[in-house]
């Protein structure tokens, strides 16, 4: 099964995350640019994800620094939320699409 969200974000100068969460299950998640109009910069990601390594246990929780270093794709056996995010300056215009694959 997958779910996904596109987005388009014509606002200059701005970094952005969405979360997205589920129950814990098999997860692969991805995020995709799919194309940039006008001469400014834009990026896209997974700025970070949560998982339960045990199905009583805590959540343990995984970030990454700023989008420059946010992975284009994830994958854990239990993940529990997904937060996907874009960053865009200097008035670019772009389309993004955000997927969440379970099994």
């Not at 969405?18 to 991805?30: D, L, M, T």
């Not at 194309?35 to 959540?59: F, K, L």
């Not at 992975?71 to 960053?87: D, I, K, L």
Request: charged letters at 15%.
């Amino acid at each position: 099964m997958a779910s996904y969200s596109h987005l388009v974000a014509p606002i200059e100068n701005q970094t952005r995350t969405h979360e997205y969460n589920f129950a814990p299950s098999e997860i692969v998640a991805q995020a995709s640019l799919n194309g940039v109009v006008d001469p400014g910069r834009a990026a896209t990601g997974i700025a970070g994800y949560r998982y339960r390594p045990h199905p009583d246990g805590a959540e343990m929780e995984v970030k990454f620094p700023a989008y420059d270093w946010w992975p284009s794709t994830v994958h854990h056996t239990r993940m529990s939320s997904v937060t996907f995010g874009y960053s865009i300056y200097d008035s670019s215009l772009f389309q993004t699409l955000w997927n969440v694959f379970f099994w």
